[in-house]
């Protein structure tokens, strides 16, 4: 890492003006750091998959605020290097945002697209647009993270979830807890249609109570055929347990049989009613002279 201010090829500026800082980073990890392929420690293993190393960076030293790595390389990474199939590195850097000073480096990768004029610098990028920024934001926002995330943590979140739904994919639901979503549906539009057809025939059920209550109250002469459709509509309204209980309060106002509108006893003068007649106008809530009317229309 070469001292002072740094611009990469692709424009971006960086510092190193804190090369200890750097060192010390390094001692605190008390590991040797890895060299890979084009980065893959921070982008394939955030991904789950392998990322072995060529190489390991065992010791670190600062020479005129230059920084230098000494490497054991792996007969892989050796051969690599020797038969010149990758001729530059490139380190992870760690910045401070509003500086841009570097405080660390975490691997090293073997790459043929260094970002500086010199080996051992990041490797070039294409140049990040506003577009690019906003993505990769909307992209953080979507995965639950900050929008200060790098592309390593986003790429790690996304493997995470993939990971998770694959789980999910190969893991059988519990019959006693699940059941398909077609037989759910069909269970439902037929508890449904059992419903309506229960409610039918309570309904019916509870008709033929309503009107054998009425009828048997003017069979026993508690109620007048005439207005069997008002109690018909009063029974439905109270119910049948309260209907009963009205029932068990009255006392007959007509002989079984009698209709209400003509009696038979001949001492019964025309256009006048009797005690019975009055005392059912009086439960009934209905004027002697608009029964009067009613009988005599009725007659």
């Known amino acids: 890492m070469p001292a002072g201010d740094i611009t990469t090829r692709d424009g971006r500026p960086l510092r190193n003006v804190d090369p200890d800082a750097i060192l010390a980073s390094f001692l605190a990890d008390q590991r040797d750091m890895p060299i890979d392929y084009e980065h893959a420690t921070e982008v394939r293993a955030a991904q789950g998959l392998p990322a072995p190393a060529v190489g390991w960076i065992e010791e670190l030293k600062v020479e005129a605020g230059e920084v230098f790595g000494r490497v054991a390389w792996t007969d892989e990474g050796r051969a690599a290097v020797e038969g010149r199939s990758y001729r530059y590195i490139s380190p992870v850097v760690h910045l ?11 691997s090293v990768a073997l790459t043929n697209d260094p970002a500086l004029y010199i080996k051992s610098l990041n490797r070039r990028e294409a140049p990040e647009t506003s577009e690019d920024t906003a993505m990769l934001k909307a992209i953080a926002k979507a995965l639950k993270l900050t929008e200060a995330a790098t592309e390593a943590e986003i790429l790690s979140a996304i493997a ?31 508890c449904s249609q059992l419903r309506a057809e229960n409610k039918e025939l ?87 002279e608009d029964y009067l009317k009613e009988i005599g229309t009725s007659a």
């Open 160 to 190: 995470t979830q993939e990971t998770e739904k694959q789980a999910l994919s190969t893991r059988k639901p519990d019959p006693s807890v699940y059941v398909l979503r077609t037989e759910h549906d069909a269970l439902v539009v037929t």
């Open 202 to 288: 309570k309904d019916a059920e509870a008709e033929k109570e309503v009107v054998a209550l009425v009828d048997g109250a003017i069979s026993e002469g508690k109620v007048i055929p005439a207005i069997r459709e008002s109690e018909l509509e009063l029974c439905r309204a109270v119910g049948a347990t309260k209907y009963k209980e009205r029932l068990s309060k009255l006392s007959a106002v007509l002989t079984p049989g009698e209709d209400g509108r003509v009696r038979a006893d001949p001492t019964k003068v025309v256009g006048k009613l009797d005690d019975a007649q009055k005392e059912m106008c009086r439960r009934l809530g209905i004027s002697e």
């Open 96 to 106: 401070e945002p509003a500086t841009k000073t570097v405080l660390r480096i975490s």
